[in-house]
């Protein structure tokens, strides 16, 4: 609330208001951070997705050719469309599976954790690049050393065309497999 509060003048339980009242009509979701004892250093601040990316790029005056030279613009704007497809394929689940994510003081990031019960945990990161390195794992692999057991996988999602293992549990997925049929 304050990184939003500075520039808008506002203060931090004005702007508090505003996101409430984004969230309630459902323009606007905070998405809480994911914590552990077993992890130090965590960050606990939440992340704001808003609820549809083309309301996104119409507010910002983006078209594709815009978000084409604005790749950070891009990889967010992925990330939220990711994160609200993800969403809507887990509400058809019998188990409730809650969103979260992580990150920590020493810049691991993992974009959504899903969890499910006290069971089952997997990472989720959205890339909009057309590769993919070990490197872009690294996140993840955080977040699996510090779960153990409950770690089930880890994604990349990202710009490319094939799916391929980076091993133990981790994968690299076409974004587009979100929605196209896997058969």
Not at 30 to 48: A, D, F, G, Q, Y
Not at 120 to 148: C, I, M, P, Q, S
Request: hydrophobic fraction near 40%; proline fraction near 3%; glycine fraction near 10%.
């Amino acid at each position: 609330m304050t990184d939003l509060a500075g520039p808008f003048r506002l203060s931090r339980p004005t702007i508090r208001d505003y996101v409430t009242l984004l969230e309630r009509v459902f323009l606007l979701e905070e998405v809480s951070p994911w914590h552990s004892n077993r992890l130090s250093r965590l960050i606990k601040t939440p992340k704001l997705h808003i609820g549809d990316t083309g309301v996104a790029c119409a507010l910002l005056g983006l078209d594709g050719g815009a978000l084409r030279g604005d790749r950070e613009t891009l990889g967010q704007l992925l990330e939220t469309f990711a994160y609200q497809e993800l969403r809507r394929q887990a509400s058809w689940h019998d188990d409730e599976i809650r969103f979260h994510h992580f990150r920590d003081k020493d810049d691991h990031e993992v974009d959504m954790v899903l969890e499910r019960g006290a069971r089952e945990l997997a990472g989720v990161e959205v890339k909009a690049g057309a590769t993919v390195t070990n490197a872009d794992f690294r996140g993840l692999r955080k977040l699996a050393a510090g779960v153990g057991k409950r770690f089930t996988a880890g994604v990349v999602l990202y710009d490319g065309e094939t799916s391929a293992s980076f091993g133990d549990g981790l994968y690299a997925v076409p974004i587009r497999a979100l929605w196209e049929d896997g058969r």
